[in-house]
T-cell receptor
Framework: SQTIHQWPATLVQPVGSPLSLECTVE??????LYWYRQAAGRGLQLLFY??????ISSEVPQNLSASRPQDRQFILSSKKLLLSDSGFYLC?????????????FGSGTRLTVV | LAKTTQPISMDSYEGQEVNITCSHN???????ITWYQQFPSQGPRFIIQ???TKVTNEVASLFIPADRKSSTLSLPRVSLSDTAVYYC????????????FGSGTQLTVLP
């Protein structure tokens, strides 16, 4: 069966420090991978998605970047965190090119920038 | 771009049936309606998806009228553990369009 792993679960980082969040998927190949962010009490905002190795689409301009070095690995990074980067970060995957068959989300990373 | 509108919050009591309605006046012909459930500090989870009439699974039912301008998620006999945020979204079978999550409906089930 397919599983998605996301870590760490919680993170407290000072302003100006770097960030690296990792997401891996098991049990499938060539998944579509996504990074979403959720601010407190708000809906989910799509940050990046990837349809293949090295292919990254950015949905919003910001202080973050994403990379996909391997088929089932998706990394969210920042060189210098801002206070506004605080939030709940979720990785998700879906098979093929469409969301039609449903997204599967990871357990999320709660990031607090202080 | 098609947009969904749903209530911000709803309260219910244990054992009651809960109906959450979503309005989508400009839904496209190829769009399906899908619902996700999100518990605090967890990622959203797929609940149900449909195109028209009625769809039922072990968790919920989805009612979509003929004009497809709205849909209703029905949760039978809710329990405290059904307290969550419920999102109504569009998906298209032939499109690579990504999911857009609004603010959803916060359902609170009271004892």
């Amino acid at each position: 069966s397919q599983t998605i792993h996301q870590w760490p679960a919680t993170l407290v980082q000072p302003v100006g420090s770097p960030l690296s969040l990792e997401c891996t998927v098991e049990g499938t190949s060539n998944p579509n991978l996504y990074w979403y962010r959720q601010a407190a009490g708000r809906g989910l905002q799509l940050l990046f998605y990837s349809v293949g190795i090295g292919q990254i689409s950015s949905e919003v301009p910001q202080n973050l970047s994403a990379s996909r070095p391997q088929d089932r690995q998706f990394i969210l990074s920042s060189k210098k965190l801002l206070l506004s980067d605080s939030g709940f970060y979720l990785c998700a995957w879906t098979s093929g090119r469409t969301a039609f068959y449903g997204y599967t989300f990871g357990s999320g990373t709660r990031l607090t920038v202080v | 771009l098609a947009k969904t509108t749903q209530p911000i919050s709803m309260d219910s009591y244990e054992g009651q049936e809960v109906n959450i309605t979503c309005s989508h006046n400009n839904i496209a012909t190829n769009d399906y309606i899908t619902w996700y459930q999100q518990f605090p500090s967890q990622g959203p989870r797929f609940i149900i998806q449909g195109y028209k009439t009625k769809v039922t699974n072990e968790v919920a039912s989805l009612f979509i009228p003929a004009d497809r301008k709205s849909s209703t998620l029905s949760l039978p006999r809710v329990s405290l553990s059904d307290t969550a945020v419920y999102y109504c979204l569009f998906v298209s079978s032939g499109s690579a369009r990504q999911l857009t999550f609004g603010s959803g409906t916060q359902l609170t089930v009271l004892p």
